[in-house]
């Protein structure tokens, strides 16, 4: 079992910037992918960034060149900076782990962090 803990989130005015934490708890060996999600009211879940236990990443196009993903491994935490910051970033942001233990893939989510993007 994986506990997923996110912070960071906030009110921020457009163009500000925020940094999301996701610290994981538990048995945290085999995970094989991290990932930041967001949704907004109204709005389907969607992937804003993932990054592999190799540290290969991927981005969202609405996002590109303005987030950034970075895993500390030694602090078992997955970060997401924010910069540009625009009211159409305002979601509920959620972290999510995948692991592998033998052929079986588990899932884990956080509670999610509230990012409002308002003047």
């Known amino acids: 079992q994986v506990e997923l803990v996110e912070s960071g989130g906030g009110l921020v005015q457009p163009g500000g910037s925020l940094r999301l934490s996701c610290e994981a708890y538990g048995n945290i060996v085999s995970i094989k992918y991290m990932a930041w999600h967001r949704q907004a009211p109204g709005k389907e879940r969607e992937l804003v960034a993932g990054i592999t236990s190799a540290g290969s990443t991927d981005y969202a196009d609405s996002v590109n060149g303005r987030f950034t993903i970075s895993r500390d491994n030694d602090k078992n935490t997955l970060y997401l900076q924010m910069n540009s910051l625009k009211p159409e970033d305002t979601a509920v942001y959620y972290c999510?782990?995948?692991?592998?233990?033998?052929?079986?893939?588990?899932?884990?989510w956080g509670q999610g962090t509230q990012v409002t993007v308002s003047s």
């Open positions: 999510e782990a995948e692991q592998l233990i033998g052929d079986v893939e588990f899932d884990f």
